[in-house]
């Protein structure tokens, strides 16, 4: 099965309510770990590939080990860029062969994040991929990516942004964390604020980063208010 986009992938997802897991590889066992896991489950799969990850491994290796991994798995994967940090990268990853990219501007102003994610969209758009945009910031780090504070997404910002922008998915934060969880106790999710969220952009696939120490009642009740 060759590589697909989020597209129909999301759109199923929506359909039937579940997430779409998306998974960060960098070298082949990885890799293989997680196309056998789709496989077995005959789940559709992100993987998902860092800026670290194509300093490590190349991303033509990457792209080559995953080609190899689509001609035993027989399930929809998505290769996907994890936080693009400026069009170059994004651009580079949508000429090697990647069906879709994340431009994650949160770090610049709401202005300076819609005019590059913009410039993204209109670059992927014109190649058929996919472009996953990021407003608002998740505490904690990962790799280059770091932020001590959450800073909550504004569900009427999100709606303007998606407009102006184009982007096809939006990652939002709700309270998240990247890496594992590091605050006390058991993650504190804006429940409401997500569903206000998926409300105003109806249809709409919303990312959620940082799920990887949330518990499972919690991705469940992400399903239901609308986060993928």
Not at 21 to 27: I, K, Q, S, T
Not at 156 to 165: H, K, L, N, P
Request: one cysteine or more; glycine letters at 10%; a negative charge.
């Amino acid at each position: 099965m060759p590589l697909t986009t989020p597209k129909a992938m999301f759109e199923r997802a929506y359909k039937e309510g579940y997430a779409v897991g998306a998974f960060n590889v960098n070298n082949m066992e990885i890799i293989q770990g997680i196309m056998q896991a789709g496989a077995e489950e005959q789940a559709p799969l992100i993987l998902q590939v860092s800026a670290g990850a194509r300093k490590y491994a190349g991303q033509h290796y990457i792209v080559k080990l995953i080609e190899a991994g689509l001609l035993e798995a027989d399930v929809p994967v998505v290769l996907h860029l994890d936080h693009g940090a400026d069009f170059d990268i994004c651009k580079a990853c949508v000429d090697g062969g990647f069906t879709s990219v994340m431009i994650d501007g949160s770090h610049h102003s709401f202005e300076e994040n819609v005019a590059v994610t913009k410039r993204v969209v209109e670059y992927a758009h014109d190649h058929g991929v996919w472009v996953e945009a990021e407003l608002g910031r998740l505490a904690g780090v990962e790799e280059h990516v770091s932020s001590e504070h959450s800073i909550y997404t504004d569900p009427d910002q999100a709606v303007e942004f998606v407009e102006r922008t184009g982007c096809d998915s939006l990652a939002i934060a709700i309270g998240t964390s990247h890496g594992a969880y590091k605050f006390k106790g058991e993650a504190k999710l804006d429940f409401d604020r997500l569903e206000t969220i998926g409300n105003l952009l109806p249809g709409y696939p919303l990312v959620l980063h940082g799920a990887s120490s949330v518990p499972q009642h919690f991705v469940e009740m992400c399903n239901k208010y609308g986060g993928q």
